[in-house]
């Protein structure tokens, strides 16, 4: 193993203590040849680019991946406080979460499941993929010598397909129950930080903003134009029989709203509108109650965007912190596709390659989800 420099090792030595001795001796290789290594992560290319292509027991590095026993969980929570330390020691914790399908085949690959590709699909135009569906929550930070925001993977899970769970007796989770436990478990992770979470309209479920709301977690998604939105209920007098009122009065569809003469609208210009620059937009917001018959309710603030110029549709943004200023919020969200990139779904399966437990080469990729399912379905898996 080449010498590194001094603050480099210290950040690599800080994963020592999730390895024994002999274990850690080729997770550090791994480790270092995973950052260093063009194009795939493979065990190939990592030990090609350390100087170690003619290496006779290079099944010592697979087996780090497919054998040896250490947590991937224990790996994020030190990964996540090293990039807090290093981007983002003060203020809110903004947490950028999306999925991402890694398209395998074959019959040694149980966990894959059949989707819609968000790549190739569009509103008129249906396909589907075929393979391994993860969930991947990013730390979106700013770096200054970069002038963008970039999204930092530190914690991914696989999400199997329904008809994996099936076959073995499983209960399926979807994919708002998996974005739920990872969450829950940054908060165990950092309970005295402000968590901001900002997604896509898939996440958008009022199970898991409540459950997150609870636990004072900020989150920021898209909303219907088309969201059943109510007053609060109004304070119940004593004396009163009956259950207690969830909702008051309700209110005009969002697209109602959009279309009305009365609407009054704030022209702001936002800084770094998708990489493209400034964009001079219009926005109203308002706050109400989210409710939807049988789910739980939650207090939002809504903001429905348009552009002047009409460069992309109305739009509308929920937060569940009925008190955050409606620019802020705006300003989280365009956070979800950072300066000179794709949408954020477009580029997770990239860069998930930066982590050390994603090798991108399919027979690996398949032995790491095996060691996921068989580490997260033990006895002490996350509830």
Same mark, same amino acid.
């Given at each position: 193993?080449?010498?590194?420099?001094?603050?480099?090792?210290?950040?690599?030595? @800080?994963?020592?203590?999730?390895? #024994?001795?002999?274990?850690?001796?080729?997770?550090?290789?791994?480790? *270092?040849?995973?950052?260093?290594?063009?194009?795939? #992560?493979?065990?190939?290319?990592?030990?090609?680019?350390?100087?170690?292509?003619?290496?006779?027991?290079?099944?010592?590095?697979?087996?780090?991946?497919?054998? !040896?026993?250490?947590?991937?969980?224990?790996? @994020?929570?030190?990964?996540?406080?090293?990039?807090?330390?290093?981007?983002?020691?003060?203020?809110? *914790?903004?947490?950028?979460?999306?999925?991402?399908?890694?398209?395998?085949?074959? %019959?040694?690959?149980?966990?894959?499941?059949?989707? &819609?590709? $968000?790549?190739?699909?569009?509103?008129?135009?249906?396909?589907?993929?075929?393979?391994?569906?993860?969930?991947?929550?990013?730390?979106?930070?700013?770096?200054?010598?970069?002038?963008?925001?970039?999204?930092?993977?530190?914690?991914? !899970?696989? !999400?199997?397909?329904?008809?994996?769970?099936?076959?073995?007796?499983?209960?399926?989770? %979807?994919?708002?129950?998996? !974005?739920?436990?990872?969450?829950?478990?940054?908060?165990?992770? /950092?309970?005295?930080?402000?968590?901001?979470?900002?997604?896509?309209?898939?996440?958008?479920?009022?199970?898991?903003?409540?459950?997150?709301? &609870?636990?004072?977690?900020?989150?920021?998604?898209?909303?219907?134009?088309?969201?059943?939105?109510?007053?609060?209920?109004?304070?119940?007098?004593?004396?009163?029989?009956?259950?207690?009122?969830? %909702?008051?009065?309700? /209110?005009?569809?969002?697209?109602?709203? /959009?279309?009305?003469?009365?609407?009054?609208?704030?022209?702001?210009?936002?800084?770094?509108?998708?990489?493209?620059?400034?964009?001079?937009?219009?926005?109203?917001?308002?706050?109400?109650?989210?409710?939807?018959?049988?789910?739980?309710?939650? $207090?939002?603030?809504?903001?429905?965007?348009?552009?002047?110029?009409? #460069?992309?549709?109305?739009?509308?943004?929920?937060?569940?912190?009925?008190?955050?200023?409606?620019?802020?919020?705006?300003?989280?969200?365009?956070?979800?596709?950072?300066?000179?990139?794709?949408?954020?779904?477009?580029?997770?399966?990239?860069?998930?390659?930066?982590?050390?437990?994603?090798?991108?080469?399919?027979?690996?990729? #398949?032995?790491?989800?095996?060691?996921?399912?068989?580490?997260?379905?033990?006895?002490?898996?996350?509830?």
């Amino acid at each position: 193993m080449p010498d590194l420099p001094a603050r480099f090792a210290a950040i690599i030595v @800080a994963f020592a203590p999730l390895f #024994r001795h002999r274990t850690w001796r080729h997770a550090e290789v791994l480790l *270092v040849g995973a950052i260093l290594a063009p194009g795939k #992560r493979t065990v190939t290319s990592i030990l090609r680019i350390t100087g170690l292509s003619r290496e006779r027991h290079f099944v010592n590095y697979h087996r780090v991946l497919s054998r !040896a026993r250490w947590s991937t969980r224990e790996a @994020a929570r030190l990964l996540l406080s090293l990039l807090i330390q290093a981007f983002a020691p003060t203020g809110p *914790v903004i947490l950028g979460l999306d999925d991402t399908i890694e398209r395998r085949r074959g %019959k040694h690959i149980k966990a894959k499941g059949i989707y &819609r590709d $968000p790549v190739r699909s569009s509103d008129a135009h249906f396909v589907k993929a075929s393979g391994l569906r993860w969930i991947s929550l990013m730390l979106l930070a700013p770096i200054p010598w970069a002038a963008r925001t970039w999204a930092l993977p530190f914690l991914t !899970a696989l !999400a199997p397909s329904e008809r994996y769970c099936r076959e073995r007796g499983q209960r399926h989770k %979807k994919l708002t129950d998996w !974005a739920r436990q990872i969450m829950l478990q940054v908060r165990r992770w /950092l309970p005295e930080r402000e968590l901001v979470l900002v997604a896509d309209m898939g996440f958008a479920a009022l199970e898991l903003l409540a459950a997150l709301s &609870r636990r004072g977690v900020i989150c920021i998604t898209r909303l219907r134009l088309d969201a059943a939105l109510y007053e609060p209920a109004s304070r119940r007098r004593p004396g009163t029989k009956g259950r207690p009122r969830t %909702k008051g009065a309700r /209110l005009p569809n969002l697209s109602d709203v /959009l279309l009305r003469t009365s609407t009054r609208w704030r022209r702001v210009t936002v800084p770094g509108w998708y990489g493209e620059g400034d964009r001079v937009v219009e926005f109203c917001s308002a706050t109400a109650v989210w409710r939807h018959g049988g789910m739980p309710i939650v $207090p939002i603030r809504w903001v429905l965007l348009r552009d002047p110029l009409g #460069r992309f549709s109305p739009q509308a943004l929920l937060c569940t912190d009925p008190t955050r200023d409606p620019l802020q919020i705006i300003r989280w969200f365009i956070l979800r596709c950072w300066s000179g990139r794709p949408p954020l779904r477009h580029r997770c399966a990239r860069m998930r390659s930066l982590q050390i437990s994603d090798t991108g080469d399919r027979p690996w990729t #398949r032995l790491f989800a095996s060691a996921w399912i068989r580490q997260n379905t033990s006895s002490n898996c996350m509830v």
